[in-house]
């Protein structure tokens, strides 16, 4: 706000959802996260709007050919490695869901809540010395790694590209092997036409009862229907996940209904980078994005 407002008329506040094609006809800049899908429901030839710009590395909820089809610019965090590279929220909740869910943190911490005092109803699992999977070894799954291995675990990974690593980190050949030889996977791939469904049913087959999967990655890649039925017959020891397909839209969701009444799944609404640190630094690199895009030139 304070690096725009001396530069274009700002208008701030939600836009309700049902207004966003008309919004969209009477901007040129669109700021927004995550809250809203751009596509052919909202996005035609009358769209004034020629920026969009999303501090977010993901941008799976704008549909790029169309922008591209209208001359819409997308500004991001994408590719943005090295800037990237402090920005550290997202591995922090990977190692969090992680721990919330082999301690049993979430229906320990609600038992608690109903003046209980039963801890031996939640004896959980330690991550020392466990051997976890990073399925996607780019900035985040590095990070990650190098918390595991700080933490005591053995780490390994997967990754279509060949990707430096010390020697302490095993890599894999493929997807399933890495899977056999972890307790517990944790997803940080992108999201695109390749990686919807990578962990679909034959992928999740691969899991048993003394793994744990983590995603805070997009819920795209892991198929619901496959990973309910999973969690269902206990053939996973858990899952936490911090993205949800189709999200925001979740009313009715199948996995977040098996949640309130089990334990073995935990689930949080996307706040990975949700962090005051990781606003304020991305929100500024992103500002400066968007003023170098259009050349922009203050007049005295």
Known sequence: MAMLKDRFDLSTGSVEKTNLKQKLQEVD????????????EVIDKN????????PVTGIDHIDEELCE??????ICLRGEKEFLKEVRATAEHTILLAMMLMRNAVPAVQDVEQDN?????????????KKVGIIGYGRLGKIVADYCHALGCEVGFYDVEEKEHP???????N???????????????PYNKSTHHLFDQKVLSTFDQNKWLINTSRGGIVDDVALLDLLKKEKLAGAALDVIYGEPNIENNALIQFAKENRNLIITPHIGGCTYESFEKTEAFIGDKLLKAINYQKTT
């Open 69 to 74: 089809k209208h001359g819409i610019s997308i």
């Open 167 to 173: 020697e302490y980190i095993q890599v894999y050949d």
């Open 117 to 129: 005092w039963r801890r031996d109803l939640f004896r959980g699992f330690e991550l020392y010395k």
């Open 47 to 54: 769209t004034r709007c020629k920026y969009f710009v999303s």
């Open 175 to 189: 997807l399933e092997t890495c899977i056999e030889a972890s307790d517990v996977v944790s997803i940080h791939v």
């Open 29 to 40: 800049v669109f700021w927004f996260r995550l809250g809203y899908q751009l596509n052919a």
